[in-house]
């Protein structure tokens, strides 16, 4: 059994869905925000470490591990200062459905659970489904997903192929969690606005709707601006279902979504 450290929260929900939070040594200090509580109470001992934006090798170096897992966001010189302080890294640069898919499976052939790994990735792929049935009736709107107001960011692109395969279009494009001109959402005139802003679980979406030269908007003029804790969608990982259901749901808030997608 190796003596893993995870520095995303991401990458701590994969472990728990394969069943192997026992080989961690130690944590990012958000992770356990992905967590049910059973899961929570198995990692609460843990020592809690900054995130792959912020650690240093001192951070983690104590605890002797044999791995670091780290995943997005990352930061070039915390990374570097992790390699140069000769702790053995495993960076995963996932950037759609596919790619987080992919890294469940490296994950799984790491931790020995290969075919819990593809059970997972199936669980995923099902849930994602049955949402875009459940709402395949629905009108087909212009969705922004917002990740940050200043300077303005849009959604990853894992964001925007759940948007499409929840009868919507995802606009601006492209999608790529990437600054955006103001004057590119505001030609886009979404009909639907989602808030998901890291360290925000409850973003003050007064502030959107008094932005000035948005009045026009359909989305506030319709007073369709809805918000959803960004862990659920921006981390990439088994918690992308909740996240997923909670989208659909800002997306089409009359439709009948059921929660067996978790």
């Not at 909670?246 to 439709?255: F, M, N, Q, V």
Request: net charge negative; proline share 8%; charged share 25%.
């Amino acid at each position: 059994m190796l003596r893993l450290v995870s520095l995303e929260g991401s990458i701590t929900a994969t472990l728990a869905a394969l069943g192997r939070l026992d080989w961690l040594i130690g944590i990012g200090k958000h992770d356990v925000r992905v967590l049910d509580p059973e899961d929570r109470a198995r990692v609460e001992s843990l020592p809690r470490l900054p995130c792959t934006w912020a650690v240093k090798a001192d951070d983690v170096r104590p605890l002797e591990p044999d791995l670091v897992l780290a995943s997005i966001p990352v930061r070039e010189k915390s990374l570097a200062e992790l390699l140069q302080g000769y702790v053995d890294t495993l960076v995963l640069m996932p950037t759609d459905l596919q790619s987080i898919y992919r890294n469940i499976r490296v994950l799984a052939n790491l931790v020995d659970a290969v075919e819990k790994g593809e059970e997972v990735v199936a669980a995923m792929r099902a849930g994602f489904d049955r949402l875009a049935r459940q709402v395949a009736s629905q009108p087909r709107k212009r969705v922004y997903v917002e990740v940050w107001p200043r300077p303005l960011m849009n959604g990853p692109v894992w964001v925007g192929e759940l948007v499409e395969m929840f009868s919507a279009e995802f606009v601006p494009q492209p999608a790529d969690q990437k600054e955006i001109e103001e004057r590119v959402i505001l030609e886009a005139d979404p009909e639907v606005i989602v808030v998901t802003w890291p360290g925000v679980d409850d973003p003050p979406l007064d502030r959107v709707y008094a932005r000035e030269r948005w009045s026009h908007v359909r989305a506030i003029r319709t007073r369709q601006v809805q918000a959803i804790p960004e862990i659920w969608v921006n981390s990439p990982g088994p918690n992308l279902l909740k996240g997923a259901r909670e989208l659909a749901r800002a997306i089409h808030p009359s439709a009948t979504i059921s929660d067996s997608s978790k």
